[in-house]
Structures are given as C-alpha cells and as structure tokens.
C-alpha cells in the first residue's frame, strides 16, 4: 500500500513539476495569450461536459452503449438552426433541439436498447450504423454547410476582463450554465427518489421491477433526458462555435475520452474529465499546434495507468 502511494506521489511531482514550470514561463512570456488560452479552455470544457453529462446518463450509469451519441448532438443543432432561423428566437432553437434530440433517443432506447440489454457488442455494432445513417441523412438535408447560431441579445458582446481586456459574454454565461446544469444532475442522481431508482435499476433490475417500480418508464425517461443534453449542447455548441458535418465524431470522442477519465457513472467525474480535457486541447493549440491531440491521450493513458475506473469512477 505505501509503495503505491509512493509511486501516486511520485508520479504527481513528475508530471506536476514540469506544469508548473511551464505555467510561469507562460505567464512570464505572454500573460494575455496564456489567459485567454485558459478562458476558452474552461469554457470548452463546459461544452464537453454538457455533451458528455448526457453520455455519463446513457453510457456510464446505465450500462448502455449508445456510439450514435454524438448524431443526437448534431440533430438537436441542426433543428435548433432551423427553428431559430424560422422564430428568430434562440431559447426556443435550444428547446427544439432538446426535444428533437430528446425524441430519438427515446425511440432508440423502446426499439432497440430495450432488447439488447447487457448486449454490449450488439449495441456498439447497431448504433455505429445509426450513427453512419444520421450523419449522411442530416448531410443530405442541411448540406455541407457551417452554420452558427445568434447569441441573445441579453448576452452578446464582451465582458471586461484584467489583462485581456474582454471575453465574450456567452462564453462566460455557458460556463455558469453547465455548473448549473451539472449541479442539477448530481442533485437528481444522489438526492431524489428518481435517482435512487436509475441506480438500483442498473445494480438489480428484477429487486426493483419486484417492488413495483416500472424499470422500462424509468429507463427511457433517463435515455430521453441523456439524449436531450446532447441536443442541448448542439445549440449551444453551434452559438459558441459553429455546426457542420462531422461535429457527430468529434463530440462523440470527446464524451468517450470525457467519462473514460472522470469515471463511469460519475456527473462529477464527467465534469473533471471535461476540464482536463478541455484544458488540455485549448492549451495544445495554443502552444504545440502539431502534437496539441497528443496531451489529451497521455492524460487518458496516464488516468488509467493508476486509475482504471477514472478519477470517480464508482465500482461496477
């Protein structure tokens, strides 16, 4: 046990120390670079929580594996493009793309996952296709084609900020969002009724169909409302940054890469692992551009070399 902790420690100043150098240098040679860099780091981490927060849902607490995941994300951004260009109204492109995306996950979880229960290959196999179908039907419908959505009124612009003089105002604003967001889920999971039975319909589903609990209307319900964030965030990913074709893989990856280093069935871990990753990308473009997607493996490798369930991962 202390020749664990001593390799955990060891490790942490190994991998800490040369963080920390690099942090003064980066302040010292350009202050205003390194904390913008931070900024969108953070809020992109924010977007990638948001996604995988939904994934965590689907994939890390209910044991299913849902690769079609990231097509939900893009359709709930390309309904919200539709809709808000129709209404010119943003909060009701971001209900439509909670609802839409909300939609089809639900009849992905009463048509298929309900049948293919503990089935983790069978899933895998048959949400790829989904996921293959979606993005050539949504790239026939919409194009190839970026779209990107007009923030509120109420939030566009900039807000004052020491140093760098100003950061946009919808990225704070998604930012505070997510905590919000995130602090919702942990509360429903871990501090209600309905989150009690998510948990023990994972851990024993026939005690709980025993005592009464109709397990298939709560399992849906959870799918619906995993597949809703990730509609969810398609709106406020493309008000952030942009929609187009193949958004679906990029965020896919991300919410894989997002729960495998927080911790299967974690909204906390999820929200650590978004950070780091987050983090980690934003600062890699920053300042190695040509290895930026080799930080976010060796945070991954390096996760779970000494912690294989992720940072939070709760025992299966």
């Known amino acids: 046990m202390r020749g ?8 942490l100043v190994l991998i800490g120390g040369p963080i920390a150098v690099f942090i003064v240098w980066a302040l010292f040679d350009n202050a205003r670079q390194f904390i913008s860099t931070f900024l969108n780091g953070v809020t992109l981490a924010a977007l990638y929580f948001l996604v995988a927060s939904g994934f965590t849902l689907v994939f890390g607490l209910m044991r299913n594996v849902n690769l079609a995941h990231g097509s939900l994300y893009l359709l709930g951004a390309y309904v919200g493009w539709e809709v808000g260009d129709a209404t010119d109204s ?28 503990g089935q983790d290959l069978r899933q895998t196999m048959v949400t790829i296709g989904i996921s293959i179908v979606l993005a050539d039907l949504m790239l026939w419908m919409w194009g190839g084609q970026i779209y990107q959505f007009d923030p509120p009124r109420a939030i566009y612009g900039s807000m004052p900020m020491p140093i760098i003089h100003g950061y946009p105002t919808y990225r704070i604003v998604l930012f505070l969002g997510a905590v919000i967001i995130g602090f919702l889920l942990w509360w429903l999971l871990n501090r209600t009724r309905v989150g ?27 799918f619906a409302i995993g597949a809703g964030l990730a509609g969810f965030a398609g709106v406020v990913g493309g008000t952030a940054l942009s929609i187009s074709p193949g958004e679906d893989v990029r965020y896919l990856l991300a919410s894989l890469v997002v729960v495998i280093v927080g911790g299967m069935g974690s909204i906390t871990g999820a929200a ?3 950070l780091l990753i987050g983090i980690a990308e ?19 490798a390096l996760v779970l070399a000494f912690r294989p369930r992720g940072i939070l991962g709760r025992p299966a």
């Open 4 to 11: 664990k902790r001593f390799q955990l420690w060891a490790s």
């Open 90 to 117: 943003w909060l009701l492109a971001v209900a439509a793309g909670f609802l839409a995306a909300a939609l089809l996950g639900l009849l992905l979880q009463v048509c298929i996952f309900r049948f293919m229960q």
């Open 196 to 222: 009690m039975m998510i948990r023990a319909g994972v851990d024993d589903r026939a005690m709980l169909a025993a005592s009464g609990v109709n397990v298939q209307l709560v399992f849906a319900i959870t």
């Open 272 to 274: 650590v692992g978004a």
């Open 282 to 300: 934003q600062f890699g473009l920053a300042y190695a551009p040509t290895y930026g997607i080799v930080f976010t493996f060796v945070i991954m």
